[in-house]
């Protein structure tokens, strides 16, 4: 076997009750659950374990709620001693690979990102934002669209480069709308408007980075034992200044998850590890090489599975 990455999913991939049976049947599953509601002072634990669905989708809840429950999960695999020679997390994942490479506490990150999601949520007011997918059309062809769109008031921008054909884009409603229609008109296969809360990673979030730099200047940042590829840089980064700059400069930039991929297979990584809930990211990672090897991990079954297919490799 080569190099292994950990990679950890971001906002929509969240689901009443994941989890739930690793804090059953693992104590330091339920401690982490645990270190959440004490960290933000409300049952974050009961939220994910019961919802109301429309309770947990909302971004100040999702965010934490994703981010518990992938190192939730961590610990229980933490204990086969399976260690990556990277991480990197899609969105908010990214913090949760920060905690993964022991650059950020948990405690710490947890409070970030319930911060991270309630300024996301004011940066613009309900219904002036947007995003969506274009499939189907290549990211220079793209990125002309938006500019062009954006030079002529209507702001709009590339906001995850996921795997080859997909990209979605982020920004003003009239934004995403102009450029949706010039995308279909330039060829692209399919445009799909995504149901969001607000224009993620646009620059339309930058009220937001400023509010996340006075949080982070609050928490203590490390230097990374294990290398964190960057979602603005598509590249390693260890130096906690630069993971502070990197953290801030992301909620307005665009996630390179296909340059991401790349980087760690030209790296030598050939297992992608996904843990936390849903497999949108192993599916990702094998649009952009097939032959990679994806384990995702979200509940008991799935780890067992994972463990006994790595001692086989």
Known sequence: MGK????????????VGMGQDFVKHNELSAAVFKQADDRLGYSLSSIVANGPEEELT??????????TTSIAILKALEEYEILP??????????????????ALSFEDAVYAVRRRGMYMEEAVPSGEGAMAAVLGMEADRLEKITTRITSGGDSVQLANLNCPGQIVISGSKSGVEKASEAAKEEGAKRIIPLQVSGPFHSELMKPAAEKMGDILDELTIIDAEIPVVANVSAVPVTEAGEIRSKLIEQIYSPVRWEETVRYLLDEGVDTFIEIGPGKVLSGLVKKVHRRATTIAISDTESLEAAVKKLKEV
């Open 4 to 15: 292994v990455a950990f990679i950890f999913p971001g906002q929509g991939s969240q689901q």
């Open 85 to 102: 020679d990277y991480t990197a997390g899609h969105s908010l994942g990214e913090y949760t690979a920060l905690v993964a490479s022991k």
């Open 58 to 67: 909302r971004t100040e809840n999702t965010q934490p709620a994703l981010l």
